[in-house]
């Protein structure tokens, strides 16, 4: 599975968007952008996934460049619940998901 | 409610113990897959089951096992219990083999080894 890196953390103010960018520039073709969260030791949750196109669901929406190097996670409103560890995955299986570090987003009134 | 239950939640044991954990899926998902999350290692995929077969495997200890039952749920034997077997254990479903459209993950159970 290609690489990703993000920012280990990442303060947003609630309401506003919350940005979240992922770096894969060794993505392959047949590799899909998967995005987890994980809320305080509880299990990851599932938000989106995507292969080339922008997706968008009733949780976040995700923009993947044309060249499929990058991507970023975009949460329109964020919350104090939304405060939470972000894991961006790259996988061309679908499964044995490999979560990294992520990005400690903390989401401040 | 995820709708994945794992049991127990919380476990505490001695070292060189033997202990079963358990998880159902989801209804209607036919693989299972196990994670280990400790401190300094994070998430960590052990092993996938579908439908009751060995499909994927990760960096599984040989002191640990795992078995998908016929109706579905899920065990992961940990025997010999060392004091860096502490963490969190995680069980997710999904519909198919591959989990396309993502896992559904259970709360997890927070094995202690003392």
Known sequence: DAKTTQPPSM????????????????????????????????????IIHGLKNNETNEMASLIITEDRKS???????????????????VNNAGNMLTFGGGTRLMVKP | DSGVTQTPKHLITATGQRVTLRCSPRSGDLSVYWYQQSLDQGLQFL????????????????????????????????????????????????????????????????????
């Open chain 1, 11 to 46: 303060d947003c103010a609630e309401g506003r968007a919350a940005n979240l960018p992922c770096n894969h520039s060794t993505i392959s073709g047949n590799e899909y952008v998967y995005w987890y969260r994980q809320i305080h030791s509880q299990g990851p949750q599932y």
């Open chain 1, 71 to 89: 991507s970023t996670l975009i949460l329109p409103h964020a919350t104090l619940r939304d405060t939470a560890v972000y894991y961006c995955i």
């Open chain 2, 47 to 114: 092993i996938q089951y579908y439908n009751g077969e060995e499909r994927a495997k990760g960096n599984i200890l040989e002191r640990f096992s795992a078995q998908q039952f016929p109706d579905l749920h899920s065990e992961l034997n940990l025997s010999s219990l060392e004091l860096g077997d502490s963490a969190l254990y995680f069980c997710a479903s999904s519909r198919e083999a591959q989990g396309w459209g993502g896992y559904t993950f259970g709360s997890g159970t927070r094995l202690t080894v003392v």
